[in-house]
């Protein structure tokens, strides 16, 4: 069986939850502040996986403006009962602090493409919900529940409920049916049912632990009954790289099964890969693969676990040119998928294509959580360029459109066509590096005034954690613009938060603001992200090993 090298999802997609159906997989990850709202990934060989949606798309099923960075749409789970395609997720609305604000949703659709229904909202005692299927009918919610007194845990376990479809909500008592081990932090549920050796049914629940950065983990645990009592797993954790920290996949955890038609096991989970010594993370958390088997205890093993191996034999075979290919972005036919904005569910007053040109209106700024015209798509190589050309005429210094290679609000980088307040056009490097949390902007280099028509031809280079900006006018070559910048701080562990409280990973987009609040446009031709080799490619994996 041939081999692929994780991560399966590169870049930001995190909290995978794999299904199959016939012969196609799906896997859905978390997206949560970038609408629309979780991506489905399809493959039909475990190797080679394309998005073919997101399926939470308009104003009744999110609207994220003002949920603050690496809140929004938190680990949804998707199901299928033999008749519809289900889909539970979180839109997390606050996250610091004591109390976490985190509402459950469930919607469904007929196909995976759509379209999928209004949501039925189902809690809001924590977050990472999943729906199970049992074979009698009954379909179950679970959910990790928080508990802001810390008594005893934040993390006060896993929640059980019956949903009811016809009556679309959740129905009867509700039972705490897990706490989890002396990791803490027990999150991230899934139910399976399965018969043992004795031919008799064993419920088996994994979640995962130890929060999402180094110490996370897969925990497992089984009962004969549903709501309980759950034995965890002799080994306890049947994935994790928290007492490895050489592997090359770290922060390992939060994890879902699927089982292949000819009965194979495999183990999808988040993990994440440094890139620095300061372990920085500049992917984000991405979406990896194991093979795994049932033993004659009737418990799961992740082969050659708990450790994740970085190569792992699936039934295909990955296109890497595919995976390498320049990917040059036009208008004509709408905003490619690849794209997603921020927060808002009302796009006609972020971006219009109709032109055939990518036309951002002006909005707030580039730190604004709740309406700012900023369209990205995911860094998924160590090292890459980008480039586009704007064209586009400001009237001062509140009004700026131009190229970013962004993280959240304390972690950007943006090169702006804007104008002094004389009116005359300039290019202005912009960076929060270090800002947080001060909030203040640094500015890398000294504007450059350009004349006020023409458009500006914008393209950043990305090498490892270098990063360089260049700018040239029409018919003339390239040049750089500012010092070479350090790109590792597009990144959870520089995301300005806690520990464990950055979730998202690094972009790269366009944007235009107007703090003069009158939207001017601006026009953008194309967008090129064309991957790069290097040896940080492999993130010096040799010499980890």
């Known amino acids: 069986m041939p081999q692929i090298t994780n991560p399966i999802l590169p870049g930001f997609n995190p909290d995978p939850s794999i299904l199959r159906v016939g012969d196609d997989y799906y896997i859905a990850t978390s997206t949560f502040e970038w609408f629309p709202g979780v991506q489905i990934h399809h493959s039909k060989d475990l190797a080679n996986w394309e998005l073919i949606t997101r399926p939470l798309n308009r104003k009744t099923q999110l609207d994220m403006r003002g949920d603050p960075d690496s809140c929004g749409v938190w680990a949804p789970c998707l199901t299928h009962d033999g008749e519809k395609f289900w889909l539970v997720y979180t839109d997390v609305k606050r996250k610091d602090g004591s109390f976490k604000d985190a509402h459950n949703y469930i919607v469904w659709a007929e196909n995976i493409e759509g379209p999928w229904s209004d949501p039925i909202y189902a809690n809001s005692s924590g977050f990472d919900p999943s729906l199970f299927h049992d074979d009698d009918g009954k379909k179950w919610f679970v959910n990790m ?46 139910l399976y049912k399965r018969n043992g050796k004795d031919g008799k049914p064993w419920y088996y629940l994994l979640t995962a632990e130890g929060g ?26 049947i994935l994790t790289s928290k007492d490895a920290p050489l592997a090359a996949i770290q922060r390992a955890g939060h994890g879902d099964l699927v089982e292949t038609p000819d009965g194979k096991t ?7 890969r440094p890139t620095t010594q300061e372990r920085r993370c500049v992917l984000g958390r ?20 708990p450790v994740p191996s ?54 707030e700024s580039i730190g604004s959580w709740f309406e700012q015209s900023l369209v990205a798509r995911r860094q998924t190589h160590f090292s890459y360029d980008a480039e586009t050309i704007v064209d586009f005429k400001p009237t001062d210094e509140r009004t700026m459109a131009g190229l970013t290679a962004y993280y959240s609000r304390y972690n950007f980088f ?34 450059v005034q350009i004349p006020n028509e023409g458009k500006v031809r914008l393209a950043l280079t990305i090498r490892g954690r270098n990063l360089q900006f260049f700018y040239a006018l029409e018919g003339q070559e390239l040049q750089p ?10 990144s959870d562990e520089c995301g300005g938060h806690q520990a464990h409280g950055s979730f998202t990973g690094a972009f790269v987009g366009v944007a235009a603001h107007d703090l003069n609040g009158t939207a001017s446009p601006a026009d953008f031709d194309y967008f090129v992200y064309r991957p790069q080799h290097d040896p940080s490619d492999r993130y010096e994996i040799d010499s980890l090993q």
């Open 145 to 190: 529940t928080w508990d802001h007194r810390r008594r005893p845990l934040l993390f006060a376990g896993i929640a059980l409920q019956q949903f009811d479809p016809e009556l679309g909500k959740l129905v009867g008592p509700i039972k705490n049916i897990y706490q989890g081990t002396d990791l803490e932090l027990v999150e991230g549920p899934h």
């Open 212 to 237: 999402t950065a180094y110490d996370h983990a897969c925990t497992f645990a089984r009962s004969r009954n549903i709501d309980g009592p759950y034995e965890t797993h002799p080994d306890k954790y």
């Open 266 to 272: 495999y183990l999808v989970h988040l993990g994440g």
């Open 286 to 305: 991405e979406t990896s693969i194991q093979e795994a088997y049932w033993g004659d205890d009737d418990w799961i093993h992740v082969k050659h676990g």
């Open 310 to 363: 970085l190569h792992v034999e699936v039934p295909g075979t990955r296109d890497e040119a595919k995976y390498w290919s320049e990917q040059r972005y036009t208008f004509e036919n709408g905003l490619p998928l690849d794209f997603q904005w921020l927060r808002t569910p009302e796009t006609e007053r972020i971006f219009s294509t109709q032109e055939g040109k990518l036309r951002l209106f002006g909005r």
């Open 414 to 447: 943006y090169l702006a066509v804007t104008a002094h307040s004389d009116g005359q056009r300039e290019l202005l490097l912009m960076s929060s590096e270090v800002s947080w949390p001060d909030g203040n902007m640094r500015f890398p280099a000294a504007p």
């Open 481 to 490: 613009i500012g010092p070479v910048l350090d790109a590792s701080i597009l």
